[in-house]
């Protein structure tokens, strides 16, 4: 009988239980003995510039008021960004360091009180008067022309390929469009929380973050303590999105705090504080040129991106990697530009690079389909390619084409009329759209460790993270099948400073690279329990492959050990054993992708110009599926946050005040289950053995990659109209629609 | 927020005790409540009117019916009468806010919840409405959400209210109680104010007032629809809402009423389109001249510039469903 905790089982989340009834632990949740003092953060409300006075005396003498933190007696701090060698995970963050601002909503006073009703209505009665800079930059666009260093995830900034002038000019049929994506919110549900306490001299910090190797040093370093005195403890995370893949700035409020105070004290950021104080993606111009021959071959492809960088914090997104990875052909000319700009903080959100990339190629790719005379669906497939078309490497396999056919067919696309605004119900005109999807498939280093108990249990720890994507459950299945195992006897604990370094969640690396260390380290004790067994005289000496580890038992020849009797009889309390993993040559020699295809149909009001999506489609190829489930569960939400890109976010940027105007959940516009279509997942089942040793490939990111698009697609179908300005709100739709 | 006195109160006498000037009611608190931990609504006192004994609906003898002001969001909309036969006024509530928000926010509250513009919630923003004199950040801000009718130099808010939208072309009206207990009635329609030079007033009632009944009258015959559109499907305001009461009989308008939200300061009742339509045929191009008619004066201010069309295709749009359904309501 196969174990229902096996690898590729929908075994239901393990911490399931623990969240549906509060038990789960978050940041601002932790219960100590003394509750922590509660620290509410003052905001600056000029874009740059520098604090001029500030007079903390009425909320000093406020009522339960135990002390307001400004820069003028926060503890020492290493200067922000500092050092400049370093990445942005570790660089300082200073906070209330000096009295330059750094972007409106840049914390300028952090006041500390019994409750937070005390705190926050303190926090109104600080006087704080500026002097603006006014040559602050508030906007970024097509004048951005700053090369950044590298773009996040490594890639080179600039990508020439064959020539592209001259391709394009030869082309038969061009296209030179530029799209625009605003500036977008994580929007996690749980806003970014810290509890700063200590454990002695060691500060302990309680915080919602991704990576937590990083964090230790990056507030070790800000802070100017030895890292050993630091520990950092995240156990669940209420999502993040990439905005809290580093240390931000309510962590360091709290800690300074903590240390101000010699007292605990914990700072959860307002819905209102998040959209400023915790990162975003940037507004991107993306200027795409295709060239193709008149039976539609692709024979240039160009992308210039241009997008803001926040001044002294290096981030730049890699917009061009769809318009890199996807489609074959003779030349490439793809550029990244940024802009320093006095806005919050820009970083990582839901899939940098290929999410708002493929939003704007893979619509501009719809379009040159049209110019062409072709189905955008057979467009696609006729410019598949044989190897990467930007780093000319092998792909380690590439199922890009497979998932459009199969999903056409499921989709039901040959049913499509080819005419763009030609089928309607009543006042709705309907329209199908379809798209790729591409995302990288990343491996990091990452460690584990594991203790097999003679009672028969199992325990691992990694500092690995679960942001609510299901790593405690794959890990589980990973232990559960390669010691065989019940769910039942393993328990997994992650999100310790104090436990061995692993990857960390990000970038779709979590599941393959933490989830390859565990299966090193059962490996390991696999062995080692073969040892033990052989060095008792246990067993004989059938060669180790032959042995299999069932139900906690190790069976080899005609012998039956219990993992129980094996430790027992050597006298250990447990074994334990390490496990890594790092990424190989297959990952320098190989492009390495997830894949998919994704197809939506959407009704558009003809009267009103609302957009309905009815229905989206998506077949991934994503290697293993180490559960079905968790892994559904993943393409779901990406599914819906394409949707979301498509049609609804937007940060409302007021120019002369470098603010974002609609910072609540009311009117930053996610969708809702009444947004929400039919969604259909399919998986194509193939493990990639180049991909790690499990075979699987990150798949959280990979649906948002592509939803977006064809979404967008479909409402051109649907209308004939073209939004190049996302997302695509009605009032842009409208003014193209006849009354 | 702001230290205050917290008073709860059990009948409607209790009210005077107090300086009425420095208080304000407590009802659901969905707005109230918001606005004071952001130290927008800044009140000395709250008089906690939730466990007043009005929260009933009552049958009139005319055909009409009392809604006291307690009576919740949720329950009005389900409320079978209403449902039978102001559908218009189910409509507007169920296409607002969420379950949760209804289930807490009552009718007197709905009224007087306050404008959703994104410079009155920020503080750090100058904004008439919160600050007379300070001027308004929205008329060269962003102002999707804006007003196209009725605004002023001063302010150019919209009131977010479905249910007033409802209610004024049901033409319904309210029961009010001065603090000194002296009560008068006033059309749903006469409570907001257009802006003008005082947008710091959102409404005609005197300090202390309390809004005690809505009154629905027996509605005029014809098919009651409400249309509201939003950039997402639920939980959101309304970018154009219109509440349309049609009666076509033999090929020509007999009764019309139409109100827009999201347009004002206030629910708009566009009287002018009414006229227009008053015993024509109810055609396309008769809907047109009688939406283009009541937008003559229509203006944007940038990013709502769209409303406009909006407002003219979502109107006729209504008018179409509403002259072309078979379904009469019964009355
Ligand atoms: C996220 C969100 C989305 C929303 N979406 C919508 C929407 O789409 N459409 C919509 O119409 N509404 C929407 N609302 C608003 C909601 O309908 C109002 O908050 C609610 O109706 C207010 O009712 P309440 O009883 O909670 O009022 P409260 O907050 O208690 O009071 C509001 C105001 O009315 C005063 N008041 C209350 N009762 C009386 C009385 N009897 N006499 C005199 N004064 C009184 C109070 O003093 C206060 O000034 C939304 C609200 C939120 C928070
Ligand atoms: S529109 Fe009215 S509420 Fe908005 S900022 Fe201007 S004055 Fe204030």
Known sequence: MTNPAAIGQPLDRVDGPLKVTGRATYAAEHAFDQPPLIGWMVEATIPAGRIKRLDTGAAEASPGVAAVLTHHNAPAQTPFGEPDDKGRFTQSRAMLFDEHIRYHGFPVALVIADTLANARHAGALIEISYEPDEEAVTTAGEEADEVPGELDGGMEPDLFKGDFEHAYDDAEVTLDVTYTTPNQAAAAMEPHATIADFDGDQLVVYMSVQLIGPSVKALANTLKIDPDKVRVLSPYIGGGFGSKLGVHNEAILACLGALHLGRPVKVVQHRRHVFHNAPHRGNSVQRIQLGASRDGKLQAIGHESFMPMARGYEFAEPTGASARTTYRTDAIKSTHRVKSTDMPLADSCRAPGHAIGSLAFESAIDEMAYQCGQDPLAFRLGNMPDRDPGTGQPFASHDLAECLREGAEKFGWPSREPQPGSRSQGRQLIGYGVASTIRLNILVPSKTRIRLSADGTLTAWADMTDIGTGTYTILTQIAAETMGLSADRIKIELGDSRYPSSSGSGGSFGAASSGSALLNACENMRTRLLESAREQGLIGDEPADDARFENGQLILGDKTLSFTEVLNKSGAAYLETDGEVEPGDDHDNYSQHSYGAQFAEVHVDRDTGEVRVQRLLGVFSAGRILNPKTARSQLLGGMVWGLSYALLEELMLDERYGAFMNRDLAEYHLPVNRDMPTIDIHFREHPDPRSNPLGSKGIGELSICGAGAAVANAVYHATGVRVRDFPITLDKILRHLPE | ?331
């Open chain 2, 1 to 331: 927020m702001k230290p205050f006195e917290y008073r709860r109160i059990h009948t409607v006498e209790e009210i005077g005790h107090d300086d009425p000037g420095q208080a304000r009611f407590l009802a659901g608190g969905t707005n109230l409540i918001d606005l004071m931990k952001h130290e927008i609504e800044v009140p000395d006192r709250l008089l906690d009117i939730s466990r007043l004994k009005l929260a009933t609906l009552k049958d009139c003898e005319n055909g009409g019916l009392r809604v006291d002001t307690l009576v919740t969001n949720t329950a009005l909309a389900s409320d079978p009468r209403v449902r039978k036969t102001w559908p218009l006024l189910s409509a507007a509530l169920l296409s607002g806010a969420t379950a949760q928000l209804r289930n807490r926010a009552t009718t007197g509250g709905n009224l007087l919840q306050r404008t959703r513009c994104y410079y009155f919630y920020d503080t750090a923003r100058p904004c008439n409405k919160r600050n007379p004199g300070e001027g308004c950040s929205a008329r060269e801000g962003q102002n999707r959400i804006h007003a196209i009718l009725g605004a002023s130099d001063q302010c150019i808010a919209t009131h977010p209210s479905d249910m007033a939208v409802a209610l004024v072309a049901l033409e319904a009206t309210l029961t009010l109680r001065a603090a000194d207990g002296r009560e008068r009635e006033l059309p749903v329609e006469e409570l907001h104010r257009l802006p003008g030079d005082h947008p710091e007033q959102d409404t005609v009632l005197e300090p202390g007032e309390l809004i005690v009944a809505v009154t629905l009258p027996a509605p005029q015959p014809g098919r009651q629809i409400y249309r509201k559109v939003r950039d997402r499907s639920s939980y959101a305001f309304a970018l154009i809402s219109v509440g349309v009461i049609l009666q076509v009989v033999e090929g020509r308008v007999e009764s019309v009423r139409i109100a827009f939200g999201g347009v004002a300061h206030k629910p708009w009742r566009a009287r002018k389109a009414e006229a227009a339509l008053l015993n024509k045929a109810p055609t396309e191009a008769n809907f047109r001249l009688a939406a283009e008619a009541e937008l003559v004066d229509a203006r944007g201010y940038g990013h709502n510039d769209f409303k406009i069309p909006l407002a003219r295709r979502t109107l006729i749009a209504t008018l179409r469903d509403a002259a072309h359904s078979e379904e009469e309501v019964p009355t």
